[in-house]
């Protein structure tokens, strides 16, 4: 529920323009002409305006918003993502994609989940979910690599190694952590169920989707970068070098690209920790691989970057990045609310939220308009 949009106008403007001038021009400052709009804050029932923090028990947030809004595609995203059943997560999934067809995140996480069964049959079932992204989202690397492995099972070794095998056409893309940030405040907010206190369940939610398994990605790749062509046996120094080249150029550039776009749960550290690793394995690799042909000057520019990168990465971890201070200090800063006001309504306490800078930073967030049912 918002306030009537004439309420914030002055009186004199009011009356000047013409309605139909007003209504137009409310509706691209709510809705923008870019194809996003703005979250919605969800006032609070009567009911719990006086409650006190201490005897407040909001219900299980995903839970109410399926008994509310059962038919939203980010609501059976979330579900399969909390589900701890391959069978119940696969068939949330579908569930998602049948709401909201044509979403590279959905096929992105339902391709996941096949190939990280070890059933061949199972895996291969893959493919369409994956060609389902690509068709969506053409442009990223993180896409690729998985390609790269479905080929690799296909038997299809030359067409896996091409997609590295020139580094200057290397995609960038993302990790989707921050389509999943956009989907989970646009669910909570088109729900009717997003205020300063439920943005803790948001977090702690966001907080829960597992990583994906890209071990078993990197080590897949090792054969891209090791097997030689039937046709070709020895051609492996050119080619196994150039597509563990690209794949460097790949992490690096999901690196870069994790710092940009707005973005209120994460600072972007999942897709740096992916570019890390993309960095780390096919550096290891170059190195034990000139090292093999007694390329002394490879293997010394290959070491160098390897010795570059595990530093840069354990300064990364050693800062501890899962940890924003600014998502921490807002569960915290609630928890201290709680504990050292329980006598405070949540009315009050909200407020001290809103000044919080989590608060503010989701607030000013835009999600895409398609994403509404």
């Avoid at 492995?149 to 030359?158: A, N, S, W």
């Avoid at 702690?204 to 891209?224: A, G, N, Q, T």
């Avoid at 928890?335 to 909200?350: D, N, Q, W, Y």
């Amino acid at each position: 529920m918002t306030r009537s949009a004439k309420a914030f106008l002055p009186k004199s403007l009011v009356l000047a323009v013409p309605m139909g001038a007003i209504l137009i021009g409310v509706g691209l400052v709510l809705g923008g002409c870019d194809g996003r709009r703005a979250l919605r804050e969800t006032p609070l029932p009567p009911s719990q305006e006086k409650v006190a923090l201490e005897r407040f028990q909001p219900p299980e947030a995903l839970e109410q918003i399926g008994d509310w809004y059962p038919h939203d595609w980010r609501l059976h995203l979330f579900r399969a993502l909390m589900d701890t059943s391959w069978s119940g997560k696969v068939e949330s999934l579908r569930r998602a994609d049948s709401l909201h067809p044509g979403e590279p995140l959905i096929a992105y996480e339902l391709c996941l989940a096949f190939l990280d069964r070890e059933e061949p049959e199972v895996e291969r079932q893959a493919r369409p979910w994956l060609d389902k992204a690509l068709a969506a989202d053409p442009g990223n690397g993180v896409l690729r690599v998985m390609e790269a492995y479905v080929l690799l099972k296909e038997g299809r070794l030359p067409q896996a190694r091409a997609l590295f095998m020139d580094a200057r056409r290397i995609p960038g893309g993302d990790f989707y952590y921050p389509r999943l940030e956009e989907a989970l405040v646009g669910l909570f907010s088109d729900s009717r169920h997003l205020n300063p206190y439920t943005l803790t369940e948001a977090v702690e939610l966001y907080r829960r989707v597992p990583f994906p398994p890209f071990e078993k990605f990197i080590d897949i790749l090792y054969s891209v970068f090791l097997s030689p062509l039937p046709e070709h046996p020895y051609d492996i120094r050119i080619r196994g070098r150039d597509a563990a080249k690209g794949l460097f150029h790949l992490g690096s550039r999901l690196r870069v690209q994790s710092y940009s776009g707005p973005k209120a749960l994460s600072g972007g550290y999942e897709q740096r920790s992916l570019g890390f690793m993309f960095q780390l394995k096919s550096s290891e690799f170059l190195t034990l691989f000139y090292r093999t042909f007694e390329d002394t000057a490879g293997a010394s520019a290959a070491y160098g970057d390897l010795v570059d990168v595990q530093k840069e990465y354990e300064a990364f971890m050693a800062s501890q990045p899962w940890q924003d201070t600014t998502v921490t200090a807002y569960l915290d800063n609630w928890s201290g609310l709680i504990k050292g006001h329980p006598s405070m309504t949540l009315t009050e306490a909200e407020g001290e939220a809103r000044k919080w800078t989590l608060w503010k930073r989701v607030m000013a967030m835009r999600v895409p308009e398609k994403d509404s049912p």
